[in-house]
């Protein structure tokens, strides 16, 4: 019971030290008064240290990754992945392996491991609601996750994002979909290099060695839950998506 609290206090003293940085605060405000016109700023090392010290290192993943879908979802569980040490239910990715749409969200939500499947609860129900406005089903589509497992506080660390981001490109192609919608910001910046509401509103090329697939980013079903305002603006990606789809 005392290493997990143990590992609780450090998994969020990392995380919000992680926000701290993003917010653009790198050094520690210090008791005594300097000069900081005059005297060259100290480097950030305590700093640096409670996070090296709080952050919990990710497993090395594996150089290479199965070229057969199925083989690469198995691979997926493994311990060889950068989410191997996080806490929680790896989720697997579910639906046709040659489906014609695949969506990729951020990660599982709360209740999802309880589930054993991704966008279960509220969001699972607006989710589904969205396909059947299309003439889709999760039956027809292939749903993954960037992040198998949640992280702390449903925000994916930094250190793993670029690994994270070649595993869902690997993992794309592999399905080779005609069309692939993001739901969320680390799901666009997974695969688009770039934040979205920024990406929403054009359908971008992905280029992978099975093809092209058309990307569309959109709203992921948590916020449009939260801001029921922004389901407008989802129904025409929804609508992008499905426009002029390949046979």
């Known amino acids: 019971m005392g290493a997990d609290q143990h590992i609780d206090w450090m998994s969020s003293v990392g995380s919000a030290l992680d926000w701290w940085q993003e917010a653009g605060v790198d050094t520690l405000v210090e008791d005594a008064p300097r000069d900081w016109l005059s005297q060259p700023m100290p480097a950030p090392a305590a700093f640096a240290a409670a996070v090296s010290a709080a952050a919990v290192p990710p497993a090395p993943a594996a150089a290479t990754m199965p070229d057969a879908l199925a083989d690469f979802i198995a691979w997926r569980l493994g311990n060889a992945v950068p989410e191997v040490e996080w806490r929680g239910v790896s989720i697997a990715a579910s639906g046709p392996p ?34 059947a406005a299309i003439g889709l ?84 079903p948590r916020f449009l839950i939260e801001k029921p305002v922004a389901k407008a603006e989802a129904w025409k990606d929804l609508q992008l998506l499905m426009g002029n789809l390949p046979a």
Do not use: Q, W, Y
């Not at 969506?103 to 991704?118: F, S």
């Not at 739901?183 to 093809?211: C, Q, V």
């Open 98 to 131: 040659d489906a014609a749409i695949m969506v990729l969200v951020d990660c599982p939500d709360k209740d999802d491991g309880e589930a054993g499947t991704l966008l279960s609860g509220a969001a699972g129900a607006l989710f589904d609601r969205m396909l």
């Open 137 to 220: 089903s999760r039956d027809t589509i292939h749903l993954a996750a960037v992040c198998a497992r949640r992280p702390v506080a449903g925000r994916m660390p930094r250190d793993t994002e670029t690994r994270l981001s070649d595993i869902s490109k690997h993992h794309i192609g592999l399905v080779a979909p005609k069309r692939l919608l993001l739901l969320g910001n680390a799901a666009s910046r997974a695969i688009l290099g770039a934040e979205m509401p920024g990406t929403r509103g054009s359908l971008h090329s992905f280029n992978h060695k099975s093809g092209e697939t058309g990307v569309v980013a959109s709203f992921h």
